[in-house]
């Protein structure tokens, strides 16, 4: 194993992992501003009032794309099989 195969391993891991995430980030962040603005008006400040809303938007955004993340995945780990001789010498 060189350093470069090394390399390029790591960087197409982290690159999967960040397509993978990033959606779910997304629609936090989009949630998170929207809950903290609709607090920020009505001076409500419960902290279940902010944290509820963005695990049930992460969690149905992950059931909504979760056929696409199992494809990311299963193309990722096939071309890492596929390249496993590389590996070896």
Avoid: E, H, Y
Wanted: aromatic letters at 14%; charged letters at 5%; a neutral charge.
């Amino acid at each position: 194993m060189n350093d470069a195969l090394i390399i390029s391993l790591i960087q197409n891991a982290l690159s999967t992992l960040m397509w993978i995430c990033a959606p779910m980030m997304i629609a936090a962040i989009v949630i998170g501003v929207i809950v903290s603005l609709i607090q920020t008006l009505t001076s409500i400040q419960d902290q279940t009032f902010s944290f509820a809303p963005r695990v049930i938007v992460i969690f149905g955004v992950f059931l909504f794309i979760f056929p696409w993340i199992l494809r990311i995945l299963i193309t990722f780990t096939s071309s890492i099989f596929s390249d496993f001789s590389q590996f070896i010498k």
